[in-house]
């Protein structure tokens, strides 16, 4: 019998004959939770940490061992000085490794005999392991496992009735089988399941393992590969913590942080040595809020050998509707070679409008041999330096598309098809503890030389069958060499015409048993730990930060510089608001004035304020009941793995603090909830039912599944655990997901003018328009979080008694920032003729630029400025005209020459924007050879697209243009700053 159908046999055919076996985990490692051979994954035990790969810190005292967190207390006489870190295996030695098994859910027999004391090992004779084994005391009879010829050894997981070694490791004769070490006590026989493997491993040992008698190699720390994201709505960081998991579970040394988490000083070579960037820009080519201190310290002045000795890669993501696209991952690009580091691997640039799959699932997938070359010192090769240097898009042999956009056919476009190629998922794996257990350590052993399809690895799910496709990344580099044929479909559920004819779909909200799990990915290691134990003082202090908020402190904040930011807000005053749009309408738009008045901020028309929100409190209260917490435990956050080098993690937490406060002001709950979440909470699902399906959405042929009931379902973490009730997650790893509560971001509809210029307010007022958001899901209707929220704080204004002055206006305060604005600010000269196109809220900062221009005017007595067009749409003149009369009064002024409105809903046929300037095409036209500046502000899902088709249609039509010429053309315009755009999705 060959490995192979020993291994499918044993699998497949029948029952562990020992339930205590310890098997040795993939090169993928083991996670945080198993499947068990039934196919049901249990949730661990607090007494049954898993081990994962990472980082293996030895404790000097001998008292534990920390494994990405999880603490393993070894047998006692067990020597822990040789458990160093060697890339996330544990090197092997004459120690013997016995924590709980990752296997399988620990039984009452196993937790008993995991906190009992170990009995004191018997003695031995010396005797050292072949090299690149591993070894483990079953029932006093010793067996090693065998790596692979140039990989780290296979650490071996051994199950708690396993007793410490009574014997040394067998020495190898050259080219022979191990010789059996002597015992203190009879062999015991192995039997069923167990005596297969051992079997095995002597035919494996026998082919040719050899050792040097006597000898111990020294375990030395291997090189860590750190993962930095810059993101600011969650795409980049969850790429980013995606190749963490998949680096991990390849048995990479590994970590994953925001770079404002790693800080500038904390980026070199002996810290940091190998780097993979996953960086967007946000705003008008701004760093995201997580990254911007370590982007500002990057772009000091600084040595050329700062970062001398790191090797780096840049994913680059973003959005070429905005002006400056990629302008952040180009400069951390740039700088990192600008100040020494190394490129190893093609940088590349994915943009949201051709579809980022087509770009970033190749790179990833090819992105961690590269990792692995550079981890252990090989030099990069010269094509990726020299690519990076000339800002070449090098990946475009990777990923398989120019970096330059298409000029696509501006019909095409009018016509609403939008080109985006085929999807291509990253490689992953689904963690089945014993399968890939099983599988690791036979494919270790034997690797055939046939020629055929990828190995197949039959798992069952509540008893159904079904047939997983290991991917290369758990076979090693002899994986193309590797076949094996599927084991039999045994009759079951699977064969049901009932199941077959649903493939793919969902059956009454779950996945029907038999869907396909290729792809799944690794479950990502916890960062952090929670300490609840906190003193009773600090625990007071945080409890009355929180009742008093804001409190005194936070509201006599001031920087002298006026430069404030998420972490340190200026806490505003709401000084005025008032209703834009009719009683009747369900539309709900609201100006919004905030005193900044001592704040020492100073801006200017086009510039933004950003808001700190709020999570709904019955959204919160609901969460914490579902997860059964008490919203007053105060807890403070330690990382994992006890690492002490000065970063921290989680910068968006201010603990000590109460879980109640996490969840309402620093964690997204409403977001869509991205794949890492999902499989997170899969992993603590106790009903396989509703495992499967969460593991399903996150599966390469569950796209459309996971576009259907989440992208469009859009739930809240709250409606997933209601629909999945069995689902119970830790909260220290729900943390540690969920991403940041983003500051929303509001366009300023004024200028820091005074005088006789129409609602003007002054350099101490700020003013923003917001539009009340509220949408219907099939989990119920969901309100924005912020812009509800804002209502909420300004519904004492909205009412008679406050706008007639016969009521107090309550003081009502919200966490503000200033973003400035580069390159979407009105010209400085009143020669400048403008056109600016602003449906809905999105006129809101054109207001802002002609206060400024009027103001200019006033100041400087010109009477006959430029010419200036205004494009407006709203849906009807008595519902959500806003800003109308100030739009009167520009006129009059004479600020305002061209006032174009589009009303969708005042005939039957719908008019917008567009629709008005293709009717404006030529005098457009004849504006921008006069050197008229363009701006475009409003919602760049649909409307800004449209916008752009529309100006390069005109551009071609009246200048006599080519398709590809007139986008060119276009492009030439904003490069020059000339068409500039504020959008948002």
């Known amino acids: 019998m060959s490995c192979k159908e020993a291994f499918y046999w044993l699998c497949f055919n029948t029952r562990l004959e020992d339930e205590n076996l310890g098997l040795p985990p993939p090169k993928s490692a083991i996670r945080s939770s198993a499947v068990s051979r039934k196919g049901s994954i249990a ?52 120690s013997t490794i016995a924590p709980q098994p990752a296997s399988v859910a620990p039984s009452t027999t196993a937790k008993a005999a995991a906190d009992a004391p170990a009995p004191a090992p018997a003695a031995a004779p010396k005797a050292s392991a072949a090299p690149g084994s591993t070894q483990v005391a079953l029932e006093s009879k010793a067996w090693t496992t065998s790596a692979p010829p140039g990989a780290a050894p296979v650490p071996v997981v051994a199950s708690p009735v396993l007793k410490p070694a009574a014997t040394a490791a067998p020495t190898a004769a050259s080219n022979g089988p191990a010789a059996a070490a002597p015992t203190a006590s009879e062999p015991v026989a192995l039997t069923g399941s167990a005596a297969i493997l051992a ?81 967007s820009s946000t705003g008008d080519g701004d760093p995201p809020d997580n990254a911007a201190a370590t ?133 992953g794996s689904l963690s089945s503890e014993q399968s890939n257990a099983l599988f690791a350590a036979v494919m270790h052993e034997e690797a055939s030389d046939e020629a055929g399809d990828k190995p197949q690895v039959h798992m069952e799910l509540s008893g159904t069958s079904s047939v997983l496709s290991r991917p290369d990344s758990l076979l090693g580099e002899d994986s193309a060499k590797v076949t094996s044929k599927a084991p039999a479909k045994s009759a079951s559920t699977l064969d049901s015409p009932a199941v077959v004819a649903t493939a793919g779909r969902l059956v009454n909200g779950l996945a029907p048993h038999g869907v396909d ?111 059964g917490l008490d919203g007053d435990t105060v807890f403070e956050i330690q990382p994992a793995s006890g690492d002490t080098s000065g970063h921290g993690l989680l910068h968006h937490i201010p603990w000590p603090c109460t879980l109640r406060h996490a969840f309402t002001n620093c964690t997204d709950l409403t977001s869509v909830p991205r794949k890492s979440l999902l499989r997170l909470l899969a992993e603590h699902c106790k009903d396989q039912d509703e495992q499967r399906t969460l593991l399903y959405f996150t599966s390469r042929a569950g796209r459309e599944a996971y576009a259907e009931e989440i992208t469009r379902g859009q739930p809240s973490l709250l409606d997933l655990l209601r629909r999945f009730p069995s689902c119970q997650p830790p909260i220290g790893a ?116 002609l206060q400024q221009r009027l103001a200019h005017m006033q100041a400087s007595g010109d009477t006959r400025p430029a010419e200036v067009v205004l494009y407006f749409g709203c849906r009807n003149p008595d519902e959500d005209y806003l800003y109308e009369q100030d739009w009167e009064d520009f006129a009059g002024a004479g600020v305002l020459q061209t006032l174009r409105v589009a009303f969708s809903r005042k005939q039957e046929t719908k008019v917008y924007v567009q629709h008005l300037m293709r009717e404006d095409a030529r005098a457009i036209a004849q504006l921008i050879k006069a050197g008229a500046h363009v701006y475009v502000c409003g919602d760049g899902a649909q409307m800004a697209k449209d916008v752009h088709v529309t100006i390069a249609g005109i551009l071609r039509d009246q200048l006599g243009l080519s398709d590809v010429d007139a986008l060119a053309e276009l492009q030439s315009l904003a490069k020059a700053g000339r068409y500039v755009r504020d959008i948002w999705s």
Not at 71 to 81: D, F, K, S
Not at 240 to 257: D, F, K, N, P, Y
Not at 524 to 533: G, Y
Not at 580 to 597: G, K, N
Request: aromatic fraction near 6%; glycine fraction near 8%.
């Open 43 to 94: 949730e661990p035990s607090r007494q049954s940490p898993a081990v994962t790969s990472g980082a293996v810190n030895s404790n000097a005292a001998g008292n534990a061992t920390v494994l990405n967190g999880n603490t393993v207390t070894p047998q006692q006489g067990q020597p822990t000085a040789a458990n160093a870190e060697v890339g996330g295996n544990l090197a092997a030695d004459s």
């Open 199 to 279: 079997k095995l491993r002597s035919q494996r040992a026998a082919g040719g393992g050899s050792s040097t008698a006597g000898s111990t190699t020294a375990a030395t720390p291997a090189a860590k590969l750190t993962v930095l994201y810059a993101s600011q709505t969650g795409t980049a960081q969850e790429i980013a913590r995606t190749i963490h998991a998949e680096s991990a579970s390849r048995g990479m040394l590994s970590e994953v942080m925001s770079m404002n988490e790693l800080g500038f000083d904390n980026l070199s070579a002996a810290k940091t040595p190998v780097v993979v960037v996953i960086a």
């Open 295 to 427: 982007y500002v310290a990057l772009k000091k002045s600084w040595p050329s050998d700062r970062l001398a000795g790191i090797h780096f890669t840049v994913l680059g993501l973003g959005d070429s509707n905005y002006t400056r696209f990629m302008h952040v991952p180009r400069a951390i690009k740039n700088r990192f070679l600008d100040l020494g580091a190394t490129c190893f691997y093609p940088c590349i640039e994915a943009d949201e409008v051709d579809g980022l799959e087509d770009k970033v699932d190749p790179w990833c997938e090819s992105l961690y041999a590269p990792v692995q070359k550079a981890l252990q010192g090989e030099k990069p090769q010269q094509q990726h330096q020299q690519a990076a240097a000339d800002g070449v898009p090098a990946g475009t042999a990777v990923a398989g598309k120019a970096n330059a956009p298409a000029a696509n056919n501006i019909q095409h476009h009018q016509q609403g098809a939008l080109a985006a190629g085929p999807s291509q998922a990253a490689n």
């Open 517 to 627: 799990l290729k792809g799944v990915p690794p479950l990502a290691p916890c960062r952090i730990m929670l300490k609840q134990q906190v003193p009773q003082s600090v625990l007071g202090v945080a409890k009355q930060r929180e009742w008093q908020l804001p409190s005194n402190e936070q509201k006599a904040y001031r920087d002298p510089s006026g430069i404030y930011s998420a972490e340190a807000p200026f806490w505003a005053r709401v000084s005025d608001a008032r209703l834009m749009t009719a009683d009747w309408s369900d539309r709900i738009v609201i100006h919004l004035e905030l005193d900044i008045t001592g704040s020492n901020m100073q801006y200017a028309s086009g510039d933004a304020v950003g808001v700190l929100p709020q999570n709904s409190v019955l959204m919160v209260s609901g969460l914490l009941t579902r997860l």
């Open 734 to 849: 729900l943390l540690d997901t969920l991403p940041p509560l983003a500051p929303r971001m509001y366009s300023l509809s004024c200028a820091p003018v005074n005088g006789k210029v129409p609602g003007a307010c002054g350099p101490n007022r700020v003013q923003f328009a917001l539009s009340v958001v509220e949408f219907a899901t099939k989990y119920g209707t969901r309100h924005g979080v912020a812009t509800t929220w804002l209502a909420n704080l300004c519904r004492p204004w909205l009412s008679a008694e406050v706008r007639k002055g016969t009521a107090t206006q309550p003081q009502v305060y919200v966490p503000v920032f200033l973003r400035r604005a580069v390159d979407f600010r009105p010209p400085a000269s009143l020669a400048t003729p403008l056109i600016m196109i602003g449906p809905g809220t999105g006129v809101a900062p054109f207001r802002g630029f």
